[in-house]
């Protein structure tokens, strides 16, 4: 499992465990040893007293839906593949994408795939967990807890 | 503090400018602004470039492919970024050259080539502006961003999808007067409610476009522009302010804190307040951005932005005139060219230049640059004598 398995195009970076703990299931933050301050996304280094000794901790994974969006013109790398058949009848339908508010301050961006946009609500209590794709990358998904 | 004036401005035209390169489009806005000072390249002392993406231009060193081609060798020119607000750090950078005594006339010019790679090659360049590590693996695009901020201020301020309209039919009307604009021609409110959607809420009509353009301003120490120029306007408040890569990180989505940051010195150093502005161009890149600002700069209460343009009171006549040039919503939104843009248009309204869109008598004016979702913001107040 390599980095570049959820980021897409950057592969070298010392908070590279990140990767490896979604793999296994878990989703991870770091917290400064010498302030307590903790960072999702994981940081190696703490902004807030320069310091460099961090450690792992496995953080909450349910809050309550901080923001979304639905795009419908993705970036490249999200772009479908256009259909062989010309006379196609296949519709692009995109994921939604959220901020999910775990923590004071700590929120994981993730995808929603199981919920439909006019469902989606801000404030909605949600769930975040790791899973792999078929193609063998790893990311995140946002799913509804009790609806 | 020493005092520093526009004394020339040079606007190109802004499109699809499949007719040039990157560097033909600066020497246009370069050539009509050294015409406009009344001055030859000889009697500049220096060169700022904003360019924000090299990814656009297949250079690592854009601004000096401008340098050559100007003929500009051996006198200084450097590129500054700042993502969409490149231009106004161009203009800061311009600024300071001149304030600590390095030069008296500085050339700033702002350009951006951006149609020259597809569209969904562009849509990635942007969404990577972002954070590429931690937010582009959600397929993440700059209207994704602005339509998560525009959800949360709907929920929060029942701003509602027709007030984002609204901006861009006024902001189209406008730019439908101004010859130098990307789309001259106005759309009507059904019209840019029923364009498809972007990245939910926002629709077509709800974002700034895909330009090519560029932009270029003299800037001259006092001595020198009390000498050269018969209508200086003068630069009095400079404001600068940074925030987080990701949104998640921000303590609120419905404002972008560093444009309250920013204006806050702007207006402290200029020794105004929100009410004394008699025009404002605002960054609109999206709709929802144009409503925020209002409201971070101070027209209006935080929540009331949506009513704000509802009551038409940012049409020209109306308490605060805003992006009567089109904005980037309708003039087009060349990234490194934008904030030399808005500060041309501040001139040219403090000039009594404006032609149709004239704002009338204006003294006082204010342009607000917004780089990414509110990473870097830059805010400027001018005034004429």
Same mark, same amino acid.
Request: charged share 25%; aromatic share 8%; net charge neutral.
């Given at each position: 499992?390599?980095?570049?398995?959820?980021?897409?195009?950057?592969?070298q970076?010392?908070?590279? !465990?990140?990767?490896?703990?979604?793999?296994?299931?878990?989703?991870v933050?770091t917290? #400064?040893?010498?302030?307590?301050?903790?960072?999702y996304?994981?940081?190696?280094?703490?902004?807030?007293?320069?310091?460099s000794?961090?450690?792992?901790?496995?953080?909450?994974?349910?809050g309550?839906?901080?923001?979304?969006?639905?795009?419908?013109? /993705?970036?490249?790398?999200?772009? /479908?593949?256009?259909?062989?058949?010309?006379?196609?009848?296949?519709?692009?339908?995109?994921c939604?994408?959220?901020?999910?508010?775990?923590?004071?301050?700590l929120?994981?961006?993730?995808w929603?795939?199981?919920?439909?946009?006019?469902?989606?609500?801000?404030?909605?209590?949600?769930?975040?967990?790791?899973?792999?794709?078929?193609?063998?990358r790893?990311?995140?998904?946002?799913?509804?807890?009790?609806? | 503090?020493?005092?520093?004036?526009?004394?020339?401005?040079?606007?190109?035209?802004?499109?699809?400018?499949?007719?040039?390169?990157?560097?033909?489009?600066?020497?246009?806005?370069?050539?009509? #602004?050294?015409?406009? $000072?009344?001055?030859?390249?000889?009697?500049?002392?220096?060169?700022?470039?904003?360019?924000?993406?090299?990814?656009?231009?297949?250079?690592?060193?854009?601004?000096?492919?401008?340098h050559?081609?100007? @003929?500009?060798?051996?006198?200084?020119?450097?590129? &500054?970024?700042?993502?969409?607000?490149?231009?106004?750090?161009?203009?800061?950078?311009?600024?300071?050259?001149?304030?600590?005594?390095?030069a008296?006339?500085?050339?700033?010019?702002g350009?951006?080539?951006?149609?020259?790679?597809?569209?969904? &090659?562009?849509?990635?360049?942007?969404? !990577?502006?972002?954070?590429?590590m931690?937010?582009?693996?959600?397929?993440?695009?700059?209207p994704?961003?602005?339509?998560?901020?525009?959800?949360?201020h709907?929920a929060?301020?029942?701003?509602?999808?027709e007030?984002?309209?609204?901006?861009?039919?006024?902001?189209?009307y406008?730019?439908?007067?101004?010859?130098?604009?990307?789309?001259?021609?106005?759309?009507?409110?059904?019209?840019?409610?029923?364009?498809?959607?972007?990245?939910?809420?926002?629709?077509?009509?709800d974002?700034s476009?895909?330009?090519?353009?560029?932009? $270029?301003?003299?800037?001259?120490?006092?001595?020198k522009?009390?000498?050269?120029? +018969?209508?200086?306007?003068?630069?009095? @408040?400079?404001?600068?302010?940074?925030?987080?890569?990701?949104?998640?990180?921000?303590?609120?989505?419905?404002?972008?804190?560093?444009?309250?940051?920013?204006? +806050?010195?702007?207006?402290?150093?200029?020794?105004?307040?929100?009410?004394?502005?008699?025009?404002?161009?605002?960054?609109?890149?999206?709709?929802?951005?144009?409503?925020?600002?209002?409201?971070?700069l =101070?027209?209006?209460?935080?929540?009331?932005?949506?009513?704000?343009?509802?009551?038409?009171?940012?049409y020209?006549? =109306?308490?605060?005139p805003?992006?009567?040039?089109?904005?980037l919503?309708a003039?087009?939104? /060349?990234?490194?060219?934008?904030?030399?843009?808005?500060?041309?248009?501040?001139?040219?309204?403090?000039? @009594?230049?404006?032609?149709?869109?004239?704002v009338?008598d204006?003294?006082?004016g204010?342009?607000?640059?917004?780089?990414?979702?509110?990473?870097?913001?830059? &805010?400027?107040?001018?005034?004429r004598?």
């Open positions: 499992m390599e980095f570049k398995d959820f980021s897409l195009g950057i592969s970076t010392k908070v590279f !465990r990140f990767v490896e703990e979604l793999s296994a299931g878990n989703i933050a917290i #400064c040893k010498k302030c307590g301050q903790k960072y996304p994981p940081r190696s280094d703490c902004c807030k007293c320069m310091e000794q961090m450690e792992w901790i496995p953080i909450s994974v349910e309550n839906l901080f923001t979304f969006t639905k795009i419908y013109i /993705p970036p490249k790398h999200f772009a /479908p593949i256009q259909p062989l058949m010309p006379f196609s009848n296949i519709q692009f339908d995109p939604a994408i959220g901020i999910l508010e775990v923590e004071d301050k929120r994981i961006m993730g929603i795939p199981k919920v439909e946009l006019k469902k989606i609500k801000i404030g909605m209590r949600m769930k975040a967990s790791p899973i792999r794709l078929q193609d063998g790893i990311t995140i998904i946002l799913e509804p807890l009790n609806p | 503090m020493k005092k520093v004036a526009i004394i020339g401005v040079g606007h190109g035209k802004f499109g699809v400018r499949s007719d040039a390169s990157l560097r033909e489009l600066a020497f246009e806005a370069i050539k009509t #602004c050294l015409d406009d $000072a009344g001055l030859s390249l000889k009697e500049v002392d220096g060169m700022v470039t904003g360019i924000a993406g090299d990814e656009f231009s297949f250079s690592l060193q854009p601004s000096a492919q401008i050559d081609y100007i @003929g500009f060798q051996p006198k200084p020119n450097f590129r &500054v970024e700042g993502a969409c607000a490149t231009g106004s750090v161009a203009l800061r950078t311009g600024w300071m050259s001149i304030a600590s005594g390095l008296d006339i500085m050339l700033v010019v350009v951006e080539k951006m149609t020259e790679v597809p569209t969904p &090659v562009a849509t990635e360049i942007m969404g !990577r502006g972002g954070d590429a931690w937010e582009y693996p959600f397929g993440t695009t700059f994704g961003y602005y339509a998560m901020i525009a959800n949360a709907m929060e301020f029942g701003t509602t999808e007030q984002m309209a609204m901006v861009a039919v006024k902001n189209h406008y730019g439908s007067l101004n010859p130098f604009a990307h789309m001259q021609k106005e759309v009507t409110l059904d019209k840019a409610l029923s364009s498809f959607m972007v990245a939910y809420p926002l629709k077509l009509f974002c476009l895909i330009t090519d353009g560029a932009a $270029a301003i003299i800037l001259a120490s006092e001595e522009a009390k000498s050269i120029c +018969k209508k200086p306007v003068w630069i009095v @408040g400079l404001g600068f302010a940074t925030d987080t890569m990701r949104i998640s990180e921000r303590e609120k989505l419905t404002s972008i804190q560093a444009t309250r940051e920013a204006a +806050k010195i702007a207006y402290k150093m200029a020794g105004v307040g929100p009410r004394d502005i008699d025009i404002a161009t605002v960054h609109d890149c999206f709709t929802i951005a144009e409503i925020i600002a209002y409201e971070d =101070g027209f209006c209460e935080k929540g009331e932005g949506g009513k704000l343009i509802e009551s038409k009171e940012t020209i006549g =109306g308490s605060i805003v992006n009567v040039d089109g904005g919503k003039k087009g939104h /060349p990234l490194g060219a934008t904030g030399i843009s808005m500060a041309i248009e501040i001139t040219k309204q403090l000039r @009594g230049e404006a032609g149709p869109r004239q009338k204006p003294e006082i204010l342009t607000h640059n917004v780089g990414g979702t509110g990473q870097v913001v830059a &805010v400027h107040i001018f005034r004598e």
